[in-house]
C-alpha cells in the first residue's frame, strides 16, 4: 500500500526479529506515529472517564498491511471522517479499555492463526484489556512489543527530523525568555508558569519544567523563590504531535559566583566534546565511554555526571546508550546529551542539548541560551 505512512519492510523485520506474528499498539505515540498523525484529540490528554479510561488499538499483521485495523471510540466518528486514515478498517464500537480490547482481540482471530505470538505494549495495557484480549484470543501467546515498536522509531525522518528541530528551538526559546521574568520575589512555580505560556504560544504543548533555585536540589515548581545572587536551572520538555524535545539551560540573577562559572564552564565543555563523537558509527558504549572520560578530566568530575539517551517520541527511547552496548549510532538518530554538577554551595548547575546523527557528523537542535541568561 502506498500511503503507509511509517517504513511497512522495517515493520516487518523488527517484528520478525522478535517473533511477533502480529502487533496491537495500544500507547498514545505508537498509535499516533502508526495511523501517520492521528489521534482521538478529546483523550489525548485526558484519557480518563468515570471508572475507566480510552484506549485506541492499530492492529497490524506481520507482513500484511493491506490487513492493519484500527479500533477507536464512537465520540471519533466525525474527527475521522474530517481526518481518514490509511487503515483499511476502522472500529469505532471500542472506547473503554475492555471494550477496544474485545474488538481489537475479534478484527485479529480472523488474521492470525490460533497459536500465533502477538506483540502488545506490556506497560501501556491495561489488566481490563488483557483480560479481553486473553478472552478473544485463548490460545495466543502475548509477548512484549514495547522495544520492537522503539526499534521502528529510532531512526527519523527528514520531515520528522523538521519537527524535532522546531520543538527544540521552541522550548530553547521558552526557557530563555522565563529567565527574563526575573525578579523580588518570583517564585519557580511562577517561572514554570511562563515557560508553559510560551510554549503554548509557539505552538507546543508543554510537558514539564524542573525548577532549581539556589543551594538547593528541589527541582519541582514551588513557592522557593529566585533570590539575587542565586543560580536556576530550567529543565523543560514540551512536544508538537508527540514529538518532543528536552533541555535545560542555567541563568542566574546578577553575575554568577566564580564557582558556578566554572561549574557551567564545564558543562559545555563536556557537552561540546562529546559532540565530536556523535557521528554514525560511534558504538553507544563508545559514545558512553568518551562521555565518562571527559568527565573524569573536569576539575569538578567527583561531583559531576554525564548522561545520553535516545529521544523523540519518547524520552528515553533507541539509542539507547549503555557502556557494554556495540552498536552503532546511525544518521537520522536523536540524542538528549546532558552534564551536571551538584554543588552546596552554588546548586544544581545543568546543561541539557539535543543533538541529531547526520550523515557527517551531527547537528545541535534548540542550541539557543547554552551561555549564562542574566536576570536582574
Same mark, same amino acid.
Request: glycine share 10%; charged share 20%; with cysteine.
Given at each position: 500500500?502506498s500511503?503507509?505512512? @511509517?517504513?511497512?519492510?522495517? =515493520? !516487518? ?16 505515540? !505508537?498509535?499516533?506515529?502508526?495511523? %501517520?498523525? $492521528?489521534?482521538d ?7 480518563? %472517564?468515570?471508572?475507566g479510561?480510552? +484506549?485506541? @488499538?492499530?492492529?497490524?499483521p ?6 492493519? @485495523?484500527y479500533?477507536?471510540?464512537?465520540s ?10 490509511? =487503515?483499511p ?29 502477538? #506483540? ?8 481490563d484489556s488483557f ?10 501467546r ?9 526499534e ?5 525522518t527528514?520531515e ?35 515557560v ?10 508543554f510537558?514539564?519544567s @524542573?525548577t ?9 515548581p ?5 533570590d ?8 523543560? #520538555?514540551?512536544?508538537?504531535?508527540d514529538w518532543l524535545?528536552?533541555i535545560?539551560?542555567? #541563568? ?7 564557582l ?8 559545555l ?9 556523535i557521528?554514525?558509527?560511534?558504538? $553507544? ?21 554525564f548522561v ?8 528515553? +527511547?533507541?539509542?539507547?546508550?549503555a557502556?557494554d ?6 544518521? %537520522?538518530?536523536?540524542?538528549?546529551? +546532558?552534564t551536571?554538577f551538584? +554543588? ?11 543533538v541529531?546523527?547526520?550523515?557527517? #557528523? ?6 539557543? %541560551? ?7
Amino acid at each position: 500500500m502506498s500511503n503507509v505512512p @511509517f517504513d511497512a519492510a522495517k =515493520l !516487518n523485520h523488527v517484528l520478525e526479529e522478535a517473533g511477533i506474528d502480529a502487533v496491537l499498539a495500544t500507547s498514545r505515540h !505508537n498509535v499516533r506515529y502508526l495511523t %501517520g498523525g $492521528y489521534y482521538d484529540h478529546f483523550h489525548a490528554l485526558a484519557p480518563r %472517564g468515570g471508572a475507566g479510561q480510552y +484506549e485506541a @488499538f492499530v492492529g497490524i499483521p506481520r507482513g500484511r498491511v493491506d490487513s492493519a @485495523f484500527y479500533v477507536g471510540g464512537g465520540s471519533e466518528k466525525r474527527q475521522l471522517t474530517a481526518m481518514p486514515i490509511w =487503515l483499511p478498517v476502522v472500529d469505532v464500537s471500542g472506547g473503554p479499555t475492555g471494550q477496544s480490547a474485545a474488538a481489537a482481540g475479534s478484527l485479529l482471530r480472523s488474521r492470525v492463526s490460533e497459536h500465533a505470538t502477538i #506483540g502488545i505494549e506490556f506497560p501501556f495495557t491495561p489488566a481490563d484489556s488483557f483480560q479481553a484480549l486473553q478472552r478473544e484470543l485463548p490460545h495466543v501467546r502475548f509477548v512484549d512489543a514495547t522495544n520492537a515498536l522503539h526499534e521502528l522509531r529510532a531512526i527519523k525522518t527528514a520531515e520528522e527530523l523538521a519537527v524535532l528541530r522546531r520543538v527544540a528551538d521552541g522550548v530553547a526559546e521558552s526557557i530563555v525568555a522565563a529567565f527574563r521574568v526575573g525578579h523580588d520575589g518570583v517564585t519557580t512555580r511562577d517561572l514554570s508558569a511562563v515557560v508553559a505560556h510560551q510554549m503554548g504560544d509557539r505552538g507546543i504543548e508543554f510537558l514539564w519544567s @524542573f525548577t532549581c533555585a539556589g543551594p538547593s536540589y528541589l527541582r519541582a515548581p514551588s513557592t522557593m523563590t529566585w533570590d539575587r545572587g542565586q543560580v536556576l536551572h530550567l529543565d523543560c #520538555g514540551g512536544e508538537i504531535g508527540d514529538w518532543l524535545a528536552d533541555i535545560c539551560r542555567m #541563568g542566574c540573577r546578577g553575575e554568577p559566583s566564580t564557582l558556578a562559572r566554572e561549574l557551567h564552564a564545564e558543562c559545555l565543555q563536556l557537552q561540546d566534546e562529546i559532540r565530536r563523537w556523535i557521528r554514525p558509527g560511534t558504538p $553507544y558504549g563508545e559514545l558512553a565511554a568518551e562521555g565518562e572520560a571527559a568527565l573524569r578530566r573536569l576539575p569538578h568530575a567527583a561531583i559531576g555526571r554525564f548522561v545520553a539517551h535516545g529521544i523523540g517520541m519518547v524520552s528515553h +527511547e533507541q539509542p539507547m546508550i549503555a557502556p557494554d552496548s556495540t552498536r552503532p549510532l546511525e544518521a %537520522g538518530m536523536v540524542l538528549s546529551v +546532558e552534564t551536571e554538577f551538584l +554543588e552546596p554551595t552554588v546548586g544544581h548547575v545543568k546543561i541539557e542539548d539535543v543533538v541529531a546523527v547526520t550523515s557527517d #557528523g551531527y547537528e545541535g537542535m534548540g542550541d539557543l %541560551g547554552r551561555d549564562w541568561q542574566i536576570a536582574s
